[in-house]
């Protein structure tokens, strides 16, 4: 085991120090769970009070607590109370309620996370009220059902909470009293991300009553985006600058039939509320204003592009040109003379003089994708018009002043291409004034419900595609994918699925994984670890591997998840004869969780 051997649970915190465990169950959820369509959940519907509980462990030995694979820590609302207080009184208002309820959504984000993980076959209503559960136990609020509305079919969500305790009324009240507006700004964010991220869309929190305006309890309603008529002040606190796309939830229309085509491609969208996402934001924000290069980096498909355009329209040189040029996909001989343009003469077959990219891009932006593969001579021609803002044409003598804005982009390590000697040291240092990472997918996975959200609705709309939404193991697969070709694969991916999928219905993982295809590594993998979150696959012993064979990858027809599944089931069981025990020793699992999974396939 990674951590600390000496782990004390909660159960354990519980015993020594009296405190009575479970009390937070109100008995107000079960009488209220009868809002939830036609589901019941029990006391034994996991996961359950002493499941979440057992995700607590205390390892004082290393300094360390742990909610499952998550690090907390204990802080004194009080110190939060006064960070608050200096935020507020420092930044304004505004300001500190959108960072305080963005790290809510984040927080929210990545416990809806760990439900999904570790309850992959959790009911949905089941995993919505376990985050109730985990709000309560983080210590943050005491969470009183009122009703909850969640219909699978067309994937709508209408929830009504009372929130009693609220740790930040005490603190918003003790620093400026009884006031005109409600305080449970991290809270009311935690809501946002914990069922966004559940139902893999956007679904919006409002506080309508709070402790911090004089009232008994705080009230607050999450509806699914589209059902609010104004969400544009919600959002305001949940984008960390203004040019994030608020659009990009605007309520559909009812009938995307009757809707004319989106206009704006899904590219132009910037969609996010992860902290990795918000600081590339900011730095852009402070960019822009200025006429400094700007070297953006990071793996393809992060939205480099998307980025380099925004800096332009948010920039002073806006209403100017914005030229891309994908230096990747202009061959070497040609690359010069695009970039730097012409003259009659220069060569056989350039009969007239033109222009190239930074001539047309005067006083705009030029913004130069894929910059490691440009050849040694046109790196020599692009320093000289950083250092001297003057150009040469191609076959020209005369040079030309340019007023360029250059923005560069790689998904290649530029520092390791000096190295090499493939690009030029004092280019790189002229590229690299203000150089902005932006992370993959994997590294901003709170964002994936919102981008889900946002290419769902785009799409739905350029295809005329009403497809309402998507199944809980679509959202469950999804979040668990590892997207190597991050948000680009993500966008190509919800585009096939809204026309696959039926009129009226919703996304399943076979709309977005066709199984015609031969799977990749990376789904078929995915496939096997989604139906083994609990069956732990990854740690299957060698014993276990020689009884149990995992299909291949290359499989000719890729089975199905229950089809593995259930292979894999009757093999560990075969091979322990029928011994239950001993078949989830060989998956490396819990008895009750094999059990319960063996019974679902009908194999005991
Ligand atoms: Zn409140």
Not at 1 to 18: E, K, Q
Not at 78 to 81: C, F, K, P, T
Not at 457 to 468: G, L
């Given at each position: 085991?990674?951590?600390?051997?000496?782990?004390?649970?909660?159960?354990?915190?519980?015993?020594?120090?009296?405190t009575v465990m479970g009390n937070f169950d109100s008995a107000a959820v079960g009488k209220a769970l009868g809002g939830f369509a036609s589901t019941y959940i029990g006391g034994d519907a996991h996961p359950n009070v002493a499941d979440i509980s057992e995700c607590l462990f205390f390892s004082p030995g290393d300094g360390r607590i742990w909610l499952q694979d998550q690090r907390m820590v204990l802080l004194h609302t009080?110190?939060?109370?006064s960070l608050r207080r200096e935020m507020v009184d420092s930044l304004g208002t505004k300001q500190a309620r959108g960072l305080f309820t963005r790290a809510g959504y984040v927080s929210g984000a990545r416990d809806a996370q760990l439900v999904r993980k570790q309850w992959p076959d959790a009911d949905p209503s089941a995993a919505a009220i376990a985050g109730t559960r985990l709000h309560a136990l983080e210590g943050v609020v005491k969470v009183e059902l009122v009703q909850v509305v969640?219909?699978?079919?067309?994937g709508s969500y209408e929830g009504e909470f009372l929130w009693h305790n609220s740790s930040e009324d005490d603190e918003h009240i003790a620093a400026y009293g009884i006031g005109g507006s409600p305080a449970c700004w991290m809270q009311v964010g935690y809501a946002t991300g914990y069922v966004s991220t559940l139902f893999g869309r956007l679904i919006v929190f409002r506080e309508t009553q709070c402790r911090s305006m004089g009232d008994a309890h705080c009230r607050v309603i999450g509806k699914s985006a589209d059902q609010w008529d104004d969400i544009e002040e919600d959002m305001r606190y949940l984008n960390a600058r203004e040019f994030v796309d608020t659009a990009a939830y605007a309520r559909p229309e009812p009938d995307a039939a009757e809707l004319p085509s989106a206009s704006a491609s899904a590219g132009d969208a910037m969609v996010g509320a992860s902290s990795a996402f918000n600081a590339a934001c900011h730095q852009l924000s402070r960019v822009a204003r200025t006429s400094a290069t700007v070297l953006f980096t990071g793996e393809s498909g992060v939205g480099k592009e998307k980025f380099a355009s925004m800096l332009h329209k948010i920039s002073p040189r806006k209403s100017q040109p914005f030229i891309a040029v994908n230096c990747a996909a202009i061959p070497e001989t040609l690359i010069e003379s695009e970039l730097f343009g012409v003259e009659r003469g220069a060569y056989t077959g350039a009969s007239v003089s033109r222009p190239g990219r930074f001539e047309r891009a005067s006083g705009g932006t030029l913004f130069l994708d894929e910059i490691g593969t440009l050849s040694f001579v046109a790196q020599?021609?692009?320093?000289?018009?950083?250092?001297?803002?003057?150009?040469?044409?191609?076959?020209?003598?005369r040079s030309i002043p340019v007023d360029v804005r250059v923005v560069a982009a790689t998904n290649e390590t530029l520092r390791q291409a000096v190295r090499e000697g493939k690009f030029r040291e004092d280019l790189f240092f002229r590229l690299n004034v203000f150089p902005i990472h932006l992370p993959p997918l994997r590294e901003r996975r709170d964002d994936i419900p919102l981008l889900m959200n946002h290419f769902l609705?785009?799409?739905?709309?350029?295809?005329?595609?009403?497809?309402?939404g998507y199944s809980q193991a679509a959202v469950r697969t999804l979040l668990n994918y590892d997207f190597p070709g991050n948000i680009r694969e993500l966008q190509n991916l919800v585009e096939r699925a809204v026309i696959m999928a039926d009129v009226g219905g919703l996304i399943d993982v076979h709309h977005?994984?066709?199984?015609?295809?031969?799977l990749s590594p990376d789904v078929m993998t995915l496939r096997l670890q989604e139906g083994s979150d609990t069956l732990n696959l990854a740690a299957t012993t060698a014993q276990a591997a020689a009884t149990v064979a995992v299909?291949?990858?290359?499989?000719?027809?890729?089975?199905?998840?229950?089809q593995t599944e259930q292979a894999m089931l009757q093999r560990a069981i075969a091979a322990s004869q029928g011994n239950l025990s001993a078949a989830a020793r060989l998956l490396n699992t819990s008895r009750a969780k094999l059990a319960y999974r063996a019974k679902k396939h009908k194999l005991v």
């Open positions: 085991m990674a951590r600390s051997s000496t782990r004390i649970s909660l159960a354990d915190v519980a015993r020594a120090t009296g009080e110190a939060l109370g969640y219909d699978a079919k067309s020599g021609k692009l320093l000289r018009a950083l250092q001297e803002g003057e150009i040469e044409r191609v076959g020209g003598t609705n785009h799409y739905r709309r350029k295809h005329a595609c009403n497809v309402r977005l994984f066709t199984s015609g295809e031969t299909p291949s990858r290359s499989s000719p027809s890729p089975l199905s998840l229950e």
